[in-house]
């Protein structure tokens, strides 16, 4: 029977200014979500008399906190 050989992996190295931006990245898109998902409908409204972005988000602001009632 023919052994199967192994797979050799190779590390990926990420300079550490590549993965600073990286991480500022995904930091800055996700407070704009959070963002996105806290304020609308809540003591403001970014859309006037429009609820579909509460409905959308409605569990999620119940989740993180948000009231909404």
């Given at each position: 029977m023919a052994s199967i050989?192994?797979?050799s992996s190779?590390?990926?190295v990420l300079p550490?200014?590549?993965a600073a931006l990286l991480l500022g990245l995904t930091v800055?898109?996700?407070l704009l979500i959070y963002y996105f998902v806290g304020i609308d409908q809540g003591?403001?409204?970014l859309?006037?008399?429009d609820s579909h972005?509460?409905?959308?988000v409605h569990d999620a602001r119940h989740?993180?906190?948000?009231?909404c009632h």
């Amino acid at each position: 029977m023919a052994s199967i050989p192994a797979d050799s992996s190779t590390p990926v190295v990420l300079p550490v200014s590549k993965a600073a931006l990286l991480l500022g990245l995904t930091v800055l898109v996700a407070l704009l979500i959070y963002y996105f998902v806290g304020i609308d409908q809540g003591a403001t409204s970014l859309f006037g008399d429009d609820s579909h972005v509460h409905e959308f988000v409605h569990d999620a602001r119940h989740f993180l906190g948000f009231p909404c009632h």
